[in-house]
C-alpha cells in the first residue's frame, strides 16, 4: 500500500488526475482524496477532498498517513503514530577537537555545523509526539565488547581506551562518549550504547521498536556512510521505511556524505528516501 500511494502522489505531483480501480471499497476510499460517483455517463454524487492537508491521509486502520511530497526518490509516506526519530552518534568523541574522529585525522569542525539543524530536527520531532533515540558509539572499560580487529586497525593518535583530553577515547561513561549538551536526550528519552557501527547490532533496539509498533525510521546523526548508513541497512533488512535527514547528518567527507544519499536513493528507494528537515517538519506541520 505504501509504495502504490507513494506512487499516486508522485503523479498527483506531476498534475495527473488518477483514476484508482479496485474491487477493496475501503483501499480504494482509503487511497482517494475526491469521490465521483458517475452513473448514465453524467456525475451523480461528488464529495470534497478529504482531510485538511493535501499530503495527509487517512489508511486502512485509521492510521493518519503524511506524506513528504520533496522526498527522494519519490516521496515518503509514513504513519506518524509508528515512526521514531533515530540520532545517531551526535557524541563530543565525533565533533570535538581530542576525541575519537579527530585521533584518525578528521578535520571535525564540518560536523559541528549541522548541531543546530539536528537541535532543530530533535525540536519538531518532539513536538510532533514522535519517539526519539540517541546512539552512542561506545564499548565497556574492560573493552570486552571491542574486537582487536576494531581497536588495532590503522595507526590513529589514540585508540578506543585509550586516555585523550575528553577521557578515556569511545568509552562508556567519559566525557567524550558524551552526547553534545545542545542536543542532550530529554527524560525518558532511549539512549543506546552500541559496540558496533550499526545500532542494531548487540543492543535492544529492535526489541525497542517492536515493542512499540514501529514500522518507519528517520534518521539523522553522524557520520553519514559509516554508522548512521550501517543503521540504515539494518534497518531496511528488518523491514523499516528510512528516511534520512540529508541537512542533518554529515561525514568528515563531501564526497562519501554525497555517495551515501546517491546509494540510499538509487534503484527505487533500494536503502531508503532522503528530505530535508524543513521538508521533514513541513509535512509534520513544525
Ligand atoms: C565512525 C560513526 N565513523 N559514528 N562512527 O567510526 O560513524
Known amino acids: 500500500m505504501a509504495e502504490i500511494r507513494a506512487r499516486i502522489i508522485q503523479a498527483r505531483n506531476r498534475g495527473a488526475a ?7 471499497l475501503d483501499e480504494v476510499m482509503d487511497l482517494s482524496d475526491r469521490i465521483l460517483v458517475m452513473s448514465e455517463g453524467r456525475i451523480t454524487h461528488e464529495t470534497g477532498r478529504h482531510g485538511r492537508h493535501r499530503h495527509h491521509r487517512p489508511s486502512h ?26 540520532v545517531i552518534d551526535m557524541q563530543r568523541d565525533f565533533i570535538e577537537p581530542g576525541g575519537f574522529g579527530a585521533s584518525l585525522g578528521n578535520d571535525v569542525t564540518r560536523l559541528q555545523a549541522i548541531v543546530p539543524t539536528v537541535a532543530r530536527l530533535i525540536a519538531g520531532a518532539r513536538a510532533a509526539g514522535l519517539p526519539v533515540i540517541h546512539t552512542r558509539e561506545c564499548h565497556r572499560p574492560d573493552l570486552s565488547d571491542c574486537p582487536p580487529a576494531k581497536r588495532l586497525r590503522g595507526a ?32 525518558g528519552e532511549l539512549v543506546l550504547d552500541k ?3 550499526g545500532a542494531f547490532y548487540a543492543t535492544p533496539l529492535g526489541d525497542h521498536l517492536a515493542a512499540r509498533g514501529i514500522r518507519s525510521l528517520i534518521l539523522a546523526g553522524v ?62 506541520d513544525f
Do not use: H
Not at 18 to 24: F, M, N, P, S, Y
Not at 166 to 183: H, K, N, S
Not at 225 to 241: I, K, L, S, W, Y
Open 61 to 86: 486502520g485509521g492510521a493518519r498517513m503524511i506524506t513528504v511530497p520533496g522526498a527522494l526518490p519519490f516521496p515518503f509516506a509514513f504513519d506518524p503514530a509508528a515512526t521514531a526519530l533515530i
Open 18 to 24: 488518477v483514476l484508482l480501480i479496485g474491487e477493496d
Open 195 to 197: 559496540p558496533g557501527k
Open 223 to 284: 557520520t553519514t556512510e559509516v554508522c548512521v548508513q550501517t543503521t540504515m541497512r539494518e534497518a531496511n533488512d528488518r523491514g523499516f521505511d528510512c528516511l534520512l535527514v540529508e541537512d542533518a547528518t554529515d561525514s568528515y567527507f563531501p564526497e562519501f556524505k554525497a555517495a551515501t544519499l546517491a546509494m540510499i536513493r538509487a534503484q527505487g528507494a533500494i536503502v531508503g528516501w532522503t528530505a530535508t528537515t524543513d521538508q521533514l517538519l513541513g509535512a509534520l
Open 156 to 187: 590513529p593518535s589514540l585508540r578506543i581506551g585509550d586516555a585523550g583530553p575528553m577521557g578515556r577515547v569511545l568509552i562508556a561513561g567519559e566525557p567524550g562518549a558524551a552526547i553534545l549538551p545542545d542536543l542532550a536526550p530529554a527524560p
